[in-house]
């Protein structure tokens, strides 16, 4: 097992070269949050809440202004091959098929051509485009392309998964379907998630643990667990599972919990 931990960040951005020399305000206050492999943790807030910035922290695009990002009690230094990272728009490249977009990453790697092509075979089938490896990238649609996506965000076997809104440009019928899929990818792979969303639908469904950040600066305003997904491994339908009193309980929970104070601000 592994565990990503954030360890006491906080987090202001520095000022532009040569601009005003005003300090940013504080983004992230204080966090202190841990995800192990096999957990799936959701974030959700308000926009701008800082849950980018938490992403990218985690990812090591940005360092912290205070505190430690760790894996298994190690700082990260950087991104690293343990950590992968799939945004709502990914840039898939457009001149390769889909097999080779999922390999591409183990090429850098200087991985043989052969197991390359084995992997990614894999990975086609493990993300339910076992036909689609020949295709080209403009020739699948908005889902099938989040998929090769996230296949070619697997294919360094990362032990963490960081996802920005992977789901966000997809229409209501594909991101329903996107999402028992990522339940069942993750299942399989072992790695731990973290993922941003806009939805509180989303965020139930897929959670073991939901995450709710408070802005200005952004902290921790709940850590709650959640058990609908296991429920869906198991079987359940998603219309069964928010049809039962306790979901719409939390559905209405995390709705108050996420737009508390939010008048204040806004005045
Ligand atoms: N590169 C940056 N430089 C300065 N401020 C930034 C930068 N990126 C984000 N911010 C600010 O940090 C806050 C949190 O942004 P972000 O992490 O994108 O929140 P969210 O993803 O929850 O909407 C916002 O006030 C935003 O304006
Ligand atoms: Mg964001």
């Given at each position: 097992m592994s565990t990503l931990s954030f360890r006491d960040i906080s987090l202001r951005y520095a000022p532009q070269?040569?601009?005003?020399?005003e300090l940013h305000p504080w983004?992230?206050?204080?966090i202190n949050l841990s995800i192990a492999t096999g957990e799936f943790v959701v974030i959700i807030g308000r926009s701008g809440s800082g849950k980018t910035s938490l992403l990218n922290l985690a990812a090591g695009f940005i360092a912290p202004t205070e505190g430690t990002i760790t894996v298994d009690d190690v700082p990260i230094a950087g991104p690293g091959a343990d950590r992968a990272v799939v945004f709502q728009d990914d840039a898939l490249y457009?001149?390769?098929n889909a097999r080779d977009n999922i390999a591409f990453p183990l090429k850098l790697q200087h991985v043989a051509s052969q197991h390359r092509r084995v992997r990614a075979d894999e990975l086609l089938e493990l993300v339910g485009?076992?036909?689609?490896?020949?295709?080209?990238?403009?020739?699948?649609s908005g889902g099938m392309r989040q998929r090769v996506g996230i296949a070619r965000a697997l294919a360094s076997d990362p032990r963490f998964l960081l996802m920005d809104?992977?789901?966000?440009?997809?229409?209501a019928l594909t991101r329903s379907r996107m999402q028992g899929f990522l339940l069942n990818v993750l299942q399989k792979s072992g790695a731990g998630a973290l993922l941003i969303t806009h939805s509180i639908e989303e965020a139930l469904l897929l959670a073991t643990r939901v995450v709710v950040l408070e802005p200005d600066?952004?902290?921790?305003?709940a850590d709650i667990p959640v058990g609908f997904a296991g429920e869906i491994l198991a079987g359940a339908s998603p219309a069964q599972i928010k049809s039962s009193p306790l979901y719409k309980r939390m559905h209405d929970g995390l709705t108050s919990l996420i737009n508390r104070n939010a008048n204040e601000d806004a005045a």
């Amino acid at each position: 097992m592994s565990t990503l931990s954030f360890r006491d960040i906080s987090l202001r951005y520095a000022p532009q070269n040569g601009r005003s020399r005003e300090l940013h305000p504080w983004v992230l206050e204080r966090i202190n949050l841990s995800i192990a492999t096999g957990e799936f943790v959701v974030i959700i807030g308000r926009s701008g809440s800082g849950k980018t910035s938490l992403l990218n922290l985690a990812a090591g695009f940005i360092a912290p202004t205070e505190g430690t990002i760790t894996v298994d009690d190690v700082p990260i230094a950087g991104p690293g091959a343990d950590r992968a990272v799939v945004f709502q728009d990914d840039a898939l490249y457009p001149w390769l098929n889909a097999r080779d977009n999922i390999a591409f990453p183990l090429k850098l790697q200087h991985v043989a051509s052969q197991h390359r092509r084995v992997r990614a075979d894999e990975l086609l089938e493990l993300v339910g485009l076992a036909d689609a490896g020949d295709r080209r990238i403009w020739e699948l649609s908005g889902g099938m392309r989040q998929r090769v996506g996230i296949a070619r965000a697997l294919a360094s076997d990362p032990r963490f998964l960081l996802m920005d809104e992977p789901l966000g440009a997809l229409d209501a019928l594909t991101r329903s379907r996107m999402q028992g899929f990522l339940l069942n990818v993750l299942q399989k792979s072992g790695a731990g998630a973290l993922l941003i969303t806009h939805s509180i639908e989303e965020a139930l469904l897929l959670a073991t643990r939901v995450v709710v950040l408070e802005p200005d600066p952004g902290r921790l305003a709940a850590d709650i667990p959640v058990g609908f997904a296991g429920e869906i491994l198991a079987g359940a339908s998603p219309a069964q599972i928010k049809s039962s009193p306790l979901y719409k309980r939390m559905h209405d929970g995390l709705t108050s919990l996420i737009n508390r104070n939010a008048n204040e601000d806004a005045a």
